[in-house]
């Protein structure tokens, strides 16, 4: 069954290091979306992207976040400057076009800094 | 804008037994959809089971079955002859059909813990 590929499981950063959070989103997918978890809490929308652009993004994305599809497989977020309020889950998910729902999330990855 | 509400911070459930798991919500948008996912301990997000807003029945995957009741806004999982690998948190959320980005909405979660 296809899947969303996500690297690295775990990065851990010092605070103030730009990270880059990487995704493979499954091949004729065309919504892709990150969402973060801080520890114990619930799960939170941070941006959707589609058609090469952001469609909606939370308050929580400010500008030190940015999301990019260099290369048409890859589907990337970038924190320019972590916070120590930074660290948490990131899951990217994808969903096919035409449906109502069919969302398919990655593993995660799990941001400490420090 | 859409909230999900799960009151039930953490259930204790026996191997075999059924165990409900409150979901209730709040949107404006006339279609949507609801989805039940379930996080065990290694953190990855696992799909259970969906339920549009104008689907006619209740849906039903497994063991697996949401009780659906829209003039209430309430959309409870109901897991059936619980197994000790059901032991995870489990989460609701919701997708407005209109919003943009389609995005989901997530509540707060329950913890499961399945006794033997």
């Known amino acids: 069954e296809p899947e969303v590929t996500q690297t690295p499981s775990h990065q851990v950063t010092q605070m103030g290091q730009e990270v880059i959070l990487r995704c493979v989103p499954i091949?004729?997918?065309?919504?892709f979306y990150w969402y973060r978890q801080i520890l114990g809490q619930k799960v939170e929308f941070l941006v959707s992207?589609?058609?090469?652009?952001?469609?909606?993004k939370s308050e929580i994305f400010d500008d030190q976040f940015s999301v990019e599809r260099p290369d048409g497989s890859n589907f990337t977020l970038k924190i320019r400057s972590t916070k120590l309020e930074d660290s948490a889950m990131y899951f990217c998910?994808?969903?096919?076009?035409?449906?109502?729902?069919?969302?398919?999330f990655g593993s995660g990855t799990r941001l400490t800094v420090v | 804008a859409q909230k999900i509400t799960q009151t039930q911070p953490g259930m204790f459930v026996q191997e075999k037994e059924a165990v409900t798991l409150d979901c209730t919500y709040d949107?404006?948008?006339?279609?949507?959809?609801l989805f039940w996912y379930k996080q065990p301990s290694s953190g990855e997000m696992i799909f259970l089971i969906y339920?549009?807003?104008?689907?006619?029945q209740n849906a039903t995957e497994g063991r697996y079955s949401l009780n659906f009741q829209k003039a209430r806004k309430s959309a409870n999982l109901v897991i059936s002859a619980s197994q000790l690998g059901d032991s995870a948190m489990y989460f609701c959320?919701?997708?407005?059909?209109?919003?943009?980005?389609?995005?989901?909405?997530f509540g707060g979660g329950t913890r499961v813990l399945v006794k033997p």
């Open positions: 998910a994808s969903q096919r076009q035409g449906t109502n729902y069919g969302y398919t």
């Open positions: 091949s004729n997918h065309l919504y």
């Open positions: 992207f589609y058609n090469n652009e952001i469609s909606e």
């Open positions: 949107t404006s948008d006339p279609s949507y959809g």
């Open positions: 339920q549009g807003s104008y689907d006619q």
């Open positions: 959320a919701m997708r407005g059909i209109r919003a943009a980005g389609n995005k989901l909405t």
